[in-house]
């Protein structure tokens, strides 16, 4: 088989059209997930952020230190669904990606 031929023309710009559309939708996927990468990291740290405010301003509310420890717990739990989100993402990029490689040389759809 000959592996410098490449797609019909229609095939690349229809390509290129998918595109347009597609990565913007991509990247904001990857933005979403980033963000609850970030809110997680910041819910995991709530207690810390609860002895650095205890240390700075003197006063001192067990019921926060509590409420810090809940929203520990719920970043855990959070962390592993984005864990699994990363990964699913990470697997559909790649394919996406491969997919398009694939169109692009006008091997096989």
Same mark, same amino acid.
């Given at each position: 088989? @000959?592996?410098?031929?490449? %797609?019909? $023309? /229609? &095939?690349?710009? +229809?390509?290129?059209? *998918?595109?347009?559309?597609?990565? #913007? ?14 809110? @997680?990291?910041?819910?995991? %740290?709530? $207690? /810390? &952020?609860?002895? +650095?405010?205890?240390? *700075?301003?003197?006063?001192?509310? #067990? ?47």
């Amino acid at each position: 088989m @000959n592996e410098n031929r490449s %797609a019909n $023309p /229609a &095939a690349g710009a +229809l390509l290129s059209l *998918l595109g347009i559309f597609a990565i #913007p939708l991509a990247l904001a996927l990857w933005a979403v997930m980033s963000a609850l990468a970030a809110a @997680n990291i910041a819910l995991i %740290a709530a $207690p /810390a &952020a609860v002895l +650095l405010d205890w240390a *700075l301003s003197g006063e001192r509310y #067990p019921a926060t230190l509590f409420a810090s420890l809940a929203a520990t717990g719920l970043g855990m739990l959070a962390a592993l669904g984005t864990v699994a989100a990363f990964k699913a993402g990470i697997r559909w990029t790649a394919g996406a990606l491969a997919w398009s490689g694939r169109i692009r040389k006008g091997r096989a759809l």
